[in-house]
């Protein structure tokens, strides 16, 4: 059993979080989402549009995500890998090289971002439509 961890705010989900998802459970057999709380996403400077328990209630709704887990601060990844006993951590590559100390305990990938979708472009397409 290989098993994937993964973090995020997940607002707005879109098909980049959901290639993002496809992608990472592929690589092994079980992918943990740490999912971003409320409180986080404004240590991050985020405002998410949905709190977390409506992400949570969407995320663990994609076939991609077996488990769901809280994202409360920075400094829980290393514990959470040896928590969960993860073999494959995962991000996009907006976040490349910023988790690299994590390859002494488990296998560290970035991949690419799906390009042309974001949660902000999202919110301001709509925002200026509506004049
Ligand atoms: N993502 C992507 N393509 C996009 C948008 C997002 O591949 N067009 C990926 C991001 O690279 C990230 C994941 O989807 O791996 C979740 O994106 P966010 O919700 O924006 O996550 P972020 O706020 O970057 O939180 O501790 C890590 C942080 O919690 C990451």
């Known amino acids: 059993m290989k098993r994937v ?3 995020g705010t997940f607002d707005i989900l879109h098909w980049g979080h959901v290639h993002l998802l496809k992608r990472a ?7 943990t989402v740490g999912l971003s709380t409320d409180e986080f996403n404004k240590l991050k400077g985020k405002e998410a549009y949905t709190n977390y328990d409506h992400r949570k209630l969407v995320l663990e709704s994609i076939r991609y995500v077996d488990r769901v887990i809280p994202e409360r601060n920075w400094e829980q990844k290393i514990s959470d890998v040896l928590e969960y006993d993860i073999d494959i951590f995962v991000m996009g590559d907006d976040w490349e090289g910023k988790f690299d100390f994590l390859k002494d305990y488990c296998q560290v990938i970035y ?8 949660t902000t472009k999202i919110k301001h397409d709509l925002s200026s439509s509506n004049g």
């Open 5 to 7: 961890l993964t973090y």
């Open 25 to 31: 459970r592929e690589l092994g057999d079980h992918l």
């Open 111 to 118: 991949l690419p971002r799906t390009l042309g979708v974001s």
